[in-house]
Each structure stands twice: as structure tokens, then as C-alpha cells.
């Protein structure tokens, strides 16, 4: 259980263009789905936090403009990276939370996606 | 200064050996105590979630939490080279947010 999907797994886009990432929570509602960024060899930034029906919330420093956050249902988030230029390139995770009682703060991730800005 | 802090290693050590990993924490209000495990240029799969003080076996693996000294660890025993990962601590408050380490980069050598 608690499965957590991304689709693309990997994808290169042209400089300017828009691209599309998919969260999903494949086996159970996610209450909240979180997105955070990865460069290599390090830590987790998370991006913001997104509430099933309600407006995201962007971490300091975070664009909203530019990453496009949509929580249109319990089981998926979507990210869109606006206008993407090639300091955008990175590892991009998301995760999801189902909540309650003893495992409050239990996160389950996905296995992330690759972005490529030529 | 960070909320968590995690030594980034790297932590090199022959296949066998235990392995013990160590956070240390700022904020007493967090409750939750979560260790992933992130091999390269995969999303992190927890493996171990602990509420409160206290220890929590799983097969190889002990998570400890010292809430008195805000310090938790990770213990493998009988380390493998499949364990050579980027392990990250995770703590949170009950709001749903988690705040992470910066992950240690372990090495099992066979």
C-alpha cells in the first residue's frame, strides 16, 4: 500500500516551453501533496504544500507564478513548470499524506521526474 | 542554524558492519521521527516512522528517539551493499509538514 506515482519520469523540453508533472496517490486519499525540488547530491527543497480544493502553498523564495500548482482531487496534484529555462532542470519529487492519528506526518513518495531544459 | 542537523557524511563501511546514523533537532515541538532512504535519482521510500521517545525495531533497522537530548538514529545491523544510500531524518509537528535533513551518504563495501 500506500503508493505514490509521477508521470513523466523523465522529460526534456525546448527553453520557453511549459511542461506538466502528475502526482498521484494510487491506494489512498491524499489529504495534502507536497512538491519539492532535488539538485544533485542534495537535500529535499520543499516547494509548497497543496490541500486538496484549495490554493497551494509556496515556500519562500518560490515562484507561484512559475510553478503552477492544481490539487484537483484527493488522489491528484499536478506541477507545471511556466516558461521553463534550463536553471530549472532538476529532480522534481512529489509527496502525499493521507494523515490521522498516529502517522500524522507520514509522508509517501514518488519516484520523481527528471527535467531537462535545453 | 538549521531545525535538523545531519552529519552529510559520506560514511564508508564494510558489508557486516553496523551502521548507525544520527540527527540532531532544535525544535522541541516536533513529535513525529521519520528516516528515509533515497538511492540515486529515485524518490525517498520511508523506512522507518516513530511517534514520541523511544525505540522502534524493523527487521535490520532501529530507530531511536531521545526527545530529552533531541536526538534520533538509525541502526542497521548487518549492513549490505544494497543499503548504499543517501539517508535522510524527517521530523515533524503534526501540521502535515515535515522538515528534512540533509541526508547521509552511506557506502556498504562488500
Known amino acids: 500500500g500506500a503508493v505514490v506515482s509521477q508521470h513523466p519520469s523523465w522529460v526534456i523540453c525546448k527553453s520557453g516551453t511549459s511542461v506538466k508533472i502528475e502526482c498521484r496517490s494510487l491506494?489512498?486519499?491524499?489529504?495534502?501533496m507536497f512538491w519539492y525540488r532535488q539538485f544533485p547530491k542534495q537535500s529535499l527543497m520543499l516547494m509548497a504544500t497543496?490541500?486538496?480544493?484549495?490554493?497551494?502553498?509556496?515556500e519562500q523564495g518560490v515562484e507561484k507564478d512559475k510553478f503552477l500548482i492544481n490539487h484537483a482531487s484527493l488522489t491528484l496534484s499536478t506541477l507545471t513548470v511556466t516558461s521553463a529555462h534550463p536553471e530549472d532542470s532538476s529532480f522534481y519529487i512529489c509527496?502525499?499524506?493521507?494523515?490521522?492519528?498516529?502517522?500524522?506526518?507520514?509522508?509517501?513518495f514518488g519516484p520523481g521526474t527528471r527535467l531537462t531544459v535545453l | 542554524q538549521k531545525e535538523v542537523e545531519q552529519d552529510p557524511g559520506p560514511l564508508s563501511v564494510p558489508e557486516g558492519a553496523i551502521v548507525s546514523l544520527n540527527c540532531t533537532y532544535s525544535?522541541?515541538?516536533?513529535?513525529?521521527f521519520m528516516w528515509y532512504r533515497q538511492y540515486s535519482r529515485k524518490g525517498p521510500e520511508l523506512l522507518m516512522y516513530?511517534?514520541?521517545?523511544g525505540n522502534k525495531e524493523d527487521g535490520r533497522f532501529t530507530a531511536q528517539v531521545d526527545k530529552s537530548s533531541k536526538y534520533i538514529s538509525l541502526f542497521i545491523r548487518d549492513s549490505q551493499p544494497s543499503d548504499s544510500a543517501t539517508y535522510l531524518c524527517?521530523?515533524?509537528?503534526?501540521?502535515?509538514?515535515?522538515?528534512f535533513g540533509d541526508g547521509t551518504t552511506l557506502t556498504v563495501k562488500p
Open positions: 509527496s502525499a499524506r493521507e494523515g490521522g492519528g498516529a502517522h500524522e506526518d507520514e509522508q509517501f
Open positions: 491506494d489512498f486519499q491524499a489529504t495534502t
Open positions: 497543496s490541500n486538496e480544493g484549495s490554493k497551494a502553498t509556496y
Open positions: 525544535n522541541s515541538a516536533f513529535q513525529y
Open positions: 516513530t511517534y514520541s521517545s
Open positions: 524527517a521530523m515533524g509537528k503534526g501540521a502535515g509538514k515535515s522538515t
